[in-house]
């Protein structure tokens, strides 16, 4: 079994910033892509930011400049620094991660998903 654990959601005002962790623990043999995605009200999910095992990164054009996307690989965690923040970020904010456990046939991972964390950003 594969868990994700995030943290770091909350309340901020404009232009305030805030970090999101993502810890992924289990039987893990290996993890690839990692990854933020967020949703808002009404809208569909999107891909924020992600970051292969090598340290590729790419991000949604909405967020360019404001946002950051790490990984620590000895600690199987991803982060995500948010700065400038706007209006229009408020979202659940959902990490996921593709990941090969030790039990798995396969040569491929899953994808595993965090329970979500809701980003709110007052004007």
């Known amino acids: 079994q594969v868990q994700l654990v995030e943290s770091g959601g909350g309340l901020v005002q404009a232009g305030g910033s805030l970090r999101l962790s993502c810890a992924a623990s289990?039987?893990?043999?290996?993890?690839?892509?990692m990854g933020w995605y967020r949703q808002a009200p009404g809208k569909q999910r999107e891909l924020v930011a992600g970051i292969t095992s090598g340290g590729s990164t790419n991000y949604a054009d909405s967020v360019k400049g404001r946002f950051t996307i790490s990984r620590d690989n000895a600690k199987n965690t991803v982060y995500l620094q948010m700065n400038s923040l706007k209006p229009e970020d408020t979202a659940v904010y959902y990490c996921?991660?593709?990941?090969?456990?030790?039990?798995?046939?396969?040569?491929?991972?899953?994808?595993?998903w965090g329970q979500g964390t809701q980003v709110t950003v007052s004007s």
């Open positions: 996921n991660a593709k990941i090969l456990t030790y039990g798995s046939t396969r040569s491929v991972g899953n994808d595993y």
């Open positions: 289990g039987s893990i043999f290996s993890i690839n892509a």
